[in-house]
């Protein structure tokens, strides 16, 4: 560790890690600084993929999209609370954002579709293995090939201001204390969605919840920002998932590509109950009704091969099987002739295109017909923090009045507001490589 970079990182997720990528390809040095052992953050946990419009990955697969729609949508799903400014810059340098990590060599040429979305947009690698662990995995091999300074085990306390303007960090290193100046500042650091104080603070009905999230997500970065005048904004705004096993110690998310395969929610007794792929917000509402019982997503193998996350929570015990339906329910503890009717009714649904029971118009390509099938049990679990920093969209950190911190950027979860009052599936790591490009280049600009 050096006690100078141009720009200093603060967070190795998705955001930090593309920032990084991108600040060096114009010839900045920075550091990356990241206080858990392992490098990744919650973006390792993604599972959907990266959305994104007007793609060329989209066209090789006949889906032709609009930036207005994605607007749109996105806008509709965050119940008109998205800040617009931010929105617009989002859905407008997403499809560069995956040219750009085509660039890379990071390709996502597969599409599945989330919750809130009228059409096939968010792209995934064609493994179909979650995008979480893939994108962190091919971003470090860039990180590898730049020799960008990447610590684990760093965390960092404070910012360091002088005559206005950012100057560097105070860090604890295993070694001990340490100040790193720099010209600029990125915050990167995520949410807090794993942090009980935090959120009791903004969400009381929200603090025995579990959480997906890994535990360093703990608001820091909101916090530095916060005690040098930074502006909040959407604190409260926190999304709970609908479908969060959680009968273990450990709360697995279980990702929304296996709704948008085909799988469908049913109640403990095998009767839907809802649009599965209704926006996260809804379909959490319809679980909670159902009175703390939870809820089981069903589906078969046609589905399940679709979807490479569920050999591993297979793997771990987290899928009951059947050969068939009655085999499934008894070891669901489903009622049989309920389930048998409800995948009945719903095949009939797929086969018509016209689901009359719950209007569900996606995710509706393949029945639920080729045995074995398989039920997983879950409920909502704290799992995205909307609220944050508000920036504009230079990624520049705003204070009280609006107006830019000098040299302090944000981008990634720990920012507020692109979401509004529900993030759609699959917008946070588009979110993360979109804003984490845009800071890499705002901090070349802004030190120019
Ligand atoms: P994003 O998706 O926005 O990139 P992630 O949650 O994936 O966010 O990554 C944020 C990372 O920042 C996490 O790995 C987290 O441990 C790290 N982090 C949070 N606070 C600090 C801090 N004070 N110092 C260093 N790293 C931090």
Excluded: C
């Excluded at 010839?27 to 390792?44: A, C, H």
């Excluded at 965050?78 to 400014?85: F, L, P, R, T």
């Amino acid at each position: 560790l050096k006690p100078n970079y141009d720009v200093v990182i603060i967070g190795s997720g998705g955001a930090g890690l593309t920032a990084a990528i991108q600040a060096h390809e114009l010839g900045l040095n920075p550091v990356i600084l990241e206080k858990m052992p392992k490098i990744g953050g919650n973006t390792t946990r993604a599972s959907s993929g990266m959305n994104a419009a007007e793609t060329n990955v989209q066209l090789h697969h006949h889906i032709v999209d609009s930036f207005g729609d994605f607007y749109g949508e996105t806008l509709k799903g965050g119940g008109g609370m998205n800040n617009q400014a931010l929105l617009k810059f989002f859905t407008e340098h997403s499809a560069l954002a995956i040219d750009w990590l085509a660039d890379h060599g990071i390709k996502l040429d597969d599409l599945t579709i989330t919750g809130g979305m009228s059409v096939m947009r968010t792209h995934r690698p064609s493994s179909m293995a979650p995008i979480g662990g893939f994108l962190v995995t091919e971003l470090l091999k860039q990180v590898a090939a730049d020799q960008l300074p990447l610590f684990t085990d760093v965390k960092v306390d404070e910012l360091l201001v002088e005559a206005g303007k950012i100057s560097g960090v105070k860090a604890t290193t295993p070694d001990g204390a340490v100040t790193i100046t720099a010209g600029a500042v990125l915050l990167a650091t995520g949410g807090f969605g794993a942090n009980k104080t935090l959120l009791g603070q903004y969400r009381d009905d929200l603090k025995n919840y579990q959480t997906t999230n890994q535990p360093g997500a703990t608001g820091d970065g909101i916090l530095l920002a916060q005690a040098i005048g930074a502006k909040l904004v959407d604190m409260d705004q926190v999304q709970v998932h609908p479908t969060v096993q959680q009968d273990t110690d450990h709360a697995y998310l279980i990702g929304e590509a296996v709704r948008g395969e085909g799988a469908i929610l049913v109640d403990n007794q095998g009767a839907r109950f809802v649009n599965e792929l209704d926006t996260r917000k809804n379909v959490t509402a319809a679980i909670d009704q159902l009175g703390g019982t939870g809820a089981y997503l069903i589906f078969d193998r046609g589905i399940r091969d679709r979807v490479k996350a569920v050999e591993f929570y297979d793997h771990i015990g987290l899928v009951k099987t059947g050969t068939d339906l009655e085999a499934l329910a008894t070891a669901t503890g489903l009622d049989a002739a309920t389930l048998k009717q409800t995948v009945a009714d719903w095949n009939q649904a797929v086969a018509n295109h016209n689901d009359a029971a719950f209007n569900r118009t996606t995710g509706m390509d393949r029945d639920i017909a080729a045995g074995p099938f398989y039920s997983i049990h879950i409920a909502p679990a704290v799992h995205y923090t909307m609220g944050g920093i508000a920036i504009n969209p230079a990624t520049q950190v705003l204070n009280q009045d609006e107006r830019p911190i000098a040299g302090l950027f944000a981008a990634g979860e720990v920012v507020g507001g692109l979401h509004g009052n529900n993030r759609i599936g699959g917008n946070s790591i588009a979110e993360t490589v979109i804003f984490g490009r845009q800071a890499g280049q705002q901090m070349f600009k802004y030190l120019q």
